[in-house]
């Protein structure tokens, strides 16, 4: 576990990012400390990342912690809950933001089975339960909160050998529907579904032609699903709703 020192408590409220230590998952967490949420991320694999962040918020007047987790283990993430509540209170704010994108010829044989395994773990089983464990730390507080899940467009519509990851996804859409009946009224549940946000890394020579094919023909940029958040963080009687931010690409 990685803990950074931090500043005197926010008053925006208390957060936790899932996949927090880089792109899509960094910038949202800066947005939330720059609300005034005191920002606890997550990591897998991008620890510098994540410890750099850290410093940053908190030499600004923020409030940040890090940690690696690995959302296989249960045991990790009830430890990094129960570390946030003892410094700071209970999560108020939790943003799921993690997944495994595999394709399905990866998947085969008794090493596939293992790789599969994994992606439903990381994707749905574990982002659920942590879900539910936070939900049980507010009732028990006593606080309102919400839970935001960011999910894909592919859990919606079909993406050619791609079945595990888009019924993973698929998974987390029904998943939000549920527990926003479940939970109400003192948690919201939503989740957002972004379309191409910025090229992948290292490139990828079918993008320009997915962007052609969008109805509003752009990507959303790290702003567009910040704004989306943003949204969802004071629209009070929203609740069980799969935001598109996608530029239309669900319509098509």
Same mark, same amino acid.
């Given at each position: ?53 850290? !410093?940053?918020?908190? #030499? /600004? ?9 690995? *959302?296989?283990?249960?045991? =990790?993430? $009830? ?83 791609? !079945?595990?990851?888009? #019924? /993973? ?9 549920? *527990?926003?009946?479940?939970? =109400?009224? $003192? ?66």
């Amino acid at each position: 576990m990685t803990i950074v020192s931090f500043s005197t408590m926010t008053p925006g409220g208390i957060a936790l990012v899932i996949g927090g230590g880089s792109r899509l998952g960094a910038v949202i967490a800066r947005d939330l400390s720059a609300l005034g949420f005191a920002v606890a991320i997550t990591y897998h694999r991008s620890g510098v990342q994540a410890v750099q962040w850290v !410093a940053e918020v908190i #030499a /600004a007047g923020g409030a940040a912690r890090c940690y690696p987790l690995d *959302l296989q283990h249960p045991f =990790a993430i $009830t430890s990094i809950l129960s570390d946030v509540h003892q410094q700071w209170g209970p999560v108020t704010l939790l943003i799921n933001n993690a997944g495994v994108f595999l394709a399905d010829h990866v998947l085969d044989g008794e090493e596939g089975w293992r790789h599969m395994e994994s992606l439903f773990k990381v994707t749905l089983q574990g982002p659920l339960w942590l879900s539910m464990q936070v939900a049980q730390a507010m009732r028990q507080a006593q606080v309102s909160g919400q839970v935001i899940h960011i999910a894909d467009i592919w859990g919606e519509r079909p993406l050619t050998g791609y !079945a595990a990851y888009g #019924a /993973a996804k698929a998974g987390m859409i029904m998943a939000t529907r549920v *527990l926003a009946r479940d939970w =109400a009224p $003192t948690i919201r549940v939503n989740a957002i579904l972004p379309g191409a946000v910025l090229p992948p890394e290292g490139g990828n020579p079918g993008y320009q032609r997915m962007l052609e094919r969008t109805p509003l023909k752009d990507q959303a940029g790290w702003e567009g699903v910040c704004q989306a958040v943003r949204y969802l963080l004071v629209a009070r009687f929203v609740t069980g709703e799969i935001l598109h931010v996608d530029g239309g690409r669900h319509l098509v």
